[in-house]
């Protein structure tokens, strides 16, 4: 079993920053698991969350949706079972609600269905 718990959310301004975080816990290491966040907007479903970005298991490859390519970065830290996401630059439209995923292999998914664990999400306002 794993437990994912995000935290990092807030009200940041237009052009702003945030750092969210994923804290894993657990029977299972991130060594093993590829780390994806989401974001589901206001009024959207939990079938309409966006991929946003996915680390690997190695950390060694990093994907990002085109949207916020050169803004968001994803890290991770191995030692403190934790995950990263760097938002700067944020757009109104990007508020909404955060989840990390955890896929237990080594390679990102290609969709939000095969992730196997789920955090309950940090909310992200931006004011324009």
């Known amino acids: 079993q794993l437990r994912l718990v995000e935290s990092g959310g807030g009200l940041v301004p237009l052009g702003g920053s945030l750092r969210l975080s994923c804290k894993l816990s657990?029977?299972?290491?991130?060594?093993?698991?590829?780390i994806g966040w989401f974001h589901q907007a206001p009024g959207k479903e939990r079938e309409e969350r966006e991929g946003v970005s996915c680390i690997d298991s190695s950390g060694g490859t990093t994907v990002y949706a085109d949207s916020v390519k050169g803004r968001f970065t994803i890290t991770k830290d191995t030692a403190k079972n934790m995950v990263y996401l760097q938002l700067n630059s944020l757009k109104p439209e990007e508020s909404g609600v955060y989840y990390c995923a955890a896929r237990v292999r080594s390679r990102c998914p290609r969709s939000a269905y095969e992730y196997d664990y789920w955090g309950q999400g940090t909310q992200v306002t931006v004011s324009s």
């Open positions: 657990g029977e299972i290491s991130l060594d093993y698991l590829s």
